[in-house]
């Protein structure tokens, strides 16, 4: 990226739009996870700051492996993952699957889990409750929106 001074620019303006959204994210106490391949440099600590400046911390467990075919076996993962201190308490699980599971994807899939409880509080909320209906079955259709 170094050679292409414009894609240099485009990451810039890219961070700055991404910077500003979370902001006013967190100015409506509202938590935030940002994940994605930013084909980060091996110390990204441009990403590192712009996020810490929105109380947001790295989620990439030290020392994980590399996640795309074309880095070394010594580099970060490329991608990213950002998230508030709710995020970060509520994590339970990290993984990288092993092969590339994406047809044509030089990249390996990320997994992480999350506690619902923590995440969402206790009790969690529920955010449906009626019952299912089936869409196929003309009764319960017509039923449903009475």
Same mark, same amino acid.
């Given at each position: 990226?170094?050679?292409?001074?414009?894609?240099?620019?485009?990451?810039?303006?890219?961070?700055?739009?991404?910077?500003?959204?979370?902001?006013?994210?967190?100015?409506?106490?509202?938590?935030?996870?940002?994940?994605?391949?930013?084909?980060?440099?091996?110390?990204?600590?441009?990403?590192?700051?712009?996020?810490?400046?929105?109380?947001?911390?790295? #989620?990439?467990?030290?020392?994980? %492996?590399? =996640?795309? /075919?074309?880095? !070394?076996?010594?580099?970060?993962?490329?991608?990213? *993952?950002?998230?508030?201190?709710?995020?970060?308490?509520?994590?339970?699980?990290?993984?990288?699957?092993?092969?590339?599971?994406?047809?044509?994807?030089?990249?390996?899939?990320?997994?992480?889990?999350?506690?619902?409880?923590? #995440?969402?509080?206790?009790?969690? %909320?529920? =955010?449906? /409750?009626?019952? !299912?209906?089936?869409?196929?079955?003309?009764?319960? *259709?017509?039923?449903?929106?009475?």
């Amino acid at each position: 990226m170094l050679k292409n001074p414009s894609a240099l620019n485009v990451r810039k303006a890219f961070l700055h739009d991404l910077s500003n959204q979370i902001r006013k994210e967190r100015k409506e106490h509202r938590d935030v996870l940002v994940m994605g391949d930013f084909n980060t440099p091996h110390d990204h600590k441009e990403i590192v700051d712009m996020f810490a400046k929105h109380d947001m911390n790295d #989620l990439v467990p030290s020392g994980a %492996p590399p =996640t795309c /075919t074309r880095s !070394s076996l010594t580099s970060r993962p490329t991608e990213v *993952v950002f998230g508030t201190k709710r995020f970060e308490n509520s994590m339970e699980a990290f993984g990288i699957h092993p092969q590339f599971v994406f047809d044509g994807s030089d990249h390996r899939s990320i997994e992480i889990a999350f506690s619902r409880e923590r #995440l969402m509080g206790d009790p969690i %909320p529920l =955010t449906w /409750t009626q019952p !299912s209906i089936n869409a196929n079955h003309p009764k319960q *259709v017509e039923s449903f929106f009475e």
